[in-house]
Antibody, heavy 115, light 108 residues
Framework: QVQLQESGPGLVKPSETLSLTCTVS????????WSWVRQPPGKGLEWIGY???????NYNPSLKSRVTMSLDTSKNQLSLKLTSVTAADTAVYYC?????????WGQGTLVTVSS | EIVLTQSPGTLSLSPGERATLSCRAS???????LAWYQQKPGQAPRLLIS???RRATGIPDRFSGSGSGTDFTLTISRLEPEDFVVYYC?????????FGQGTKVEIK
């Protein structure tokens, strides 16, 4: 059974870079696509983008200039980097399997942007 | 970008009643590329329905999805106490993928 676990700093300063890792267990990341979704406190879901196992990516245009997704197949992990963060980037960040419907999700990790 | 509008924002019903949630798209969602998710407080969303009407693994049959084009519906035939949470629709017909703003089902 595939499981996903997000990890990374819970607090990031404004203008700095948010960096998160999603560790996948129970299944190889190869052969699948993987998405990142975020949810500001008390608000709805926002799709950030997805990455294929080949490494090709598709980002939300609203974040495209600041987002980078990558894979580390040796560690069975995917990563998310978001540059130049502001308070508006405060959210729970989720990784999920798929790029159509998202059938498996991590538990999410709260990232707060504050000085 | 396809904008998804869910209605109502909040649905007040009693256990055992039928819930009908709507998701309307600003343009046609091709190939019925629409999913529904359930989100309980403090938890990640859970996939309920994909391809507009296909129940995900392990989802009870009281949950059903229907619709095509721009109008989609999630129906919960008889509400159980654990169903009083928030539901989101999501389209994967085009990029960027988008979600509706959510419908909260609350106990009347």
């Amino acid at each position: 059974q595939v499981q996903l676990q997000e990890s990374g700093p819970g607090l990031v300063k404004p203008s700095e870079t948010l960096s998160l890792t999603c560790t996948v267990s129970g299944h190889s990341i190869s052969g699948y696509s993987w998405s990142w979704v975020r949810q500001p406190p008390g608000k709805g879901l926002e799709w950030i983008g997805y990455i294929y196992y080949t490494g090709s990516t598709n980002y939300n245009p609203s974040l495209k200039s600041r987002v980078t997704m990558s894979l580390d197949t040796s560690k069975n992990q995917l990563s998310l980097k978001l540059t130049s963060v502001t308070a508006a980037d405060t959210a729970v960040y989720y990784c999920a399997r798929g790029h159509w419907d998202l059938n498996t999700w991590g538990q999410g990790t709260l990232v707060t942007v504050s000085s | 970008e396809i904008v998804l509008t869910q209605s109502p924002g909040t649905l007040s019903l009693s256990p055992g009643e039928r819930a009908t949630l709507s998701c309307r798209a600003s343009q046609s969602v091709t190939d019925n590329s629409l999913a529904w998710y359930q989100q309980k407080p403090g938890q990640a969303p859970r996939l309920l329905i994909s391809a507009a009407s296909r129940r995900a693994t392990g989802i009870p049959d009281r949950f059903s999805g229907s619709g095509s084009g721009t109008d989609f519906t999630l129906t919960i035939s008889r509400l159980e106490p654990e169903d009083f949470v928030v539901y989101y629709c999501q389209q994967y017909s085009s990029s960027p993928r988008t979600f509706g703003q959510g419908t909260k089902v609350e106990i009347k």
